[in-house]
C-alpha cells in the first residue's frame, strides 16, 4: 500500500513539474503538488505502521523523508526560493523519489529495528542530520548558479544569490554540528562512549569542518565560497552513500 502511495506522490510531482514549466496556473499546480505532498505522507504514515518504527531507519526511508523535508521546505519558504530554482528542487526530488522505486527489494523491506538504533536520540538526531541535508542542497544549487554565472560579484544577482546562499550555509552549519552532538549522545547511550572513530563519526566531522572553510576565508570571495560548497556536498554525499556501501562500521545499515 506505502509503494503505491509513494508511486502516486512521484507521478503528481511530475503533474506539478510539467504544470510549473509551461506556466499554467497556479491554483493547477498547487492542487497537485498539494496532492502528492498527501500522498507521500501517506505512505510514510503506513511505513511506519507496518514497520513499528519512524520512518528514517535505513537508506530506503531516509530518502524518503529527505525528499518530503525539500518538498515541505518548498511550500514553507515558496516566497524565499526563486521560481526556476523551485522547479529544479521539484526535479530533484522526482529524481530521488524514482531512485527509491528502482532499489532492490531487500532494500525496501520492513526490517525490524536493530537494538542500537531503538534509542529517544533518534528521534532527534536523523532528522535533524536530514533538514540539515535538505539546507545544503539549497546552498549547492545557489553555488552553482553563482559559478556558472558571468556576472561581477558586485551584480545585484550575484549579491542576492549570496545572500541567500549565506542563510542556507548558516543553517546547514548549525544542523550538522547539531547532529553530530546529538549522535555522540546517542553513542553514548547505545555503546558507552561519545566517539569510537567509526567511519562515519569521522566523515561527519570532516563536512563540519570542510564547511568550516566557508566563513574562515582571508579574503572572502562569493566564487571561492560557492566552491567550498560544491566540495561539502560531494563529502556529504560519500557520507551518505559511500560510507555505508565502502566502508564497514557501526553505522552500516541500508
Avoid at 536523523?126 to 545557489?142: D, E, K, N, S
Wanted: aromatic share 14%.
Amino acid at each position: 500500500m506505502d509503494k503505491n502511495l509513494f508511486i502516486t506522490a512521484t507521478i503528481l510531482y511530475g503533474v506539478t513539474l510539467i504544470a510549473m514549466v509551461t506556466k499554467s496556473s497556479k491554483r493547477f499546480y498547487t492542487l497537485f503538488f498539494t496532492a502528492g505532498i498527501l500522498a507521500h505522507l501517506g505512505g510514510l504514515y503506513i511505513r511506519t505502521l507496518s514497520a513499528h518504527h519512524p520512518p528514517f531507519t535505513n537508506l530506503y526511508e531516509t530518502l524518503l523523508l529527505l525528499s518530503l523535508l525539500i518538498v515541505i521546505r518548498l511550500i514553507i519558504s515558496e516566497k524565499n526560493i526563486i521560481s526556476p530554482l523551485r522547479q529544479l528542487l521539484l526535479f530533484f526530488v522526482i529524481i530521488i523519489m524514482v531512485t527509491i522505486h528502482l532499489l532492490p527489494a531487500s532494500f525496501r523491506a520492513v526490517h525490524p529495528l536493530p537494538p542500537a538504533l531503538n534509542s529517544f536520540w533518534m528521534y532527534i538526531h536523523i532528522p535533524v542530520y536530514l533538514c540539515g541535508y535538505m539546507a545544503l542542497l539549497l546552498a549547492c544549487f545557489y553555488a552553482l548558479n553563482i559559478l556558472l554565472s558571468a556576472r561581477s560579484e558586485s551584480s545585484p544577482e550575484i549579491v542576492d544569490l549570496a545572500r541567500r546562499l549565506n542563510r542556507e550555509v548558516k543553517l546547514t552549519f548549525f544542523l550538522l554540528n547539531a547532529g553530530l552532538i546529538t549522535g555522540a549522545i546517542w553513542g553514548f547511550v547505545s555503546w558507552g562512549n561519545y566517539w569510537s572513530w567509526d567511519s562515519k563519526e569521522v566523515w561527519a566531522l570532516i563536512n563540519i569542518l570542510l564547511l568550516g572553510f566557508y566563513f574562515h576565508l582571508d579574503k572572502p570571495r562569493i566564487y571561492k565560497k560557492a566552491l567550498i560548497i560544491i566540495l561539502v556536498i560531494f563529502s556529504v554525499v560519500f557520507t551518505y552513500f559511500g560510507v555505508n556501501f565502502l566502508l564497514a562500521g557501526l553505522h552500516s545499515y541500508r
